[in-house]
């Protein structure tokens, strides 16, 4: 049974950082892409970044990250990281953990990150 389990997330200042994290298992972790997305109250959920398959997988991000947030994986932990540094308000969302495997999408529960002075 695949489990995505994020888990990091809470309230913090602009220009702050946060570091999410999300646990897998069920699945042979190494071989599939993993992203993150997020969804703000009101507006669809959107694509923030993704790391493809095996220890040197390569990354894509959304335009509104690039250069702030890093995403990365622990194929030994099963585990996609996503750091995030200079934070602003328009962070906020609810970030998921997702993986496509064999044609299924696979979601976590979601970490709530909220960017406020």
């Known amino acids: 049974q695949v489990q995505l389990v994020e888990s990091g997330g809470g309230l913090v200042q602009p220009g702050g950082s946060l570091r999410l994290s999300c646990a897998a298992s069920?699945?042979?972790?190494?071989?599939?892409?993993m992203t993150w997305y997020r969804q703000a109250p009101g507006k669809e959920r959107e694509l923030v970044a993704r790391?493809?398959?095996?220890?040197?997988?390569?990354?894509n991000y959304a335009d509104s990250v690039k250069g702030r947030f890093t995403i990365s994986r622990d194929n030994a932990k099963a585990t996609v990281y996503l750091q995030m540094n200079s934070l602003k308000p328009e962070d906020t969302a609810a970030y998921y953990c997702?993986?496509?495997?064999?044609?299924?999408?696979?979601w976590g529960q979601g970490t709530q990150v909220t960017v406020s002075s």
């Open positions: 997702n993986a496509f495997i064999r044609n299924n999408a696979y």
């Open positions: 069920g699945f042979t972790f190494s071989i599939y892409a």
């Open positions: 790391i493809l398959s095996g220890s040197g997988g390569s990354t």
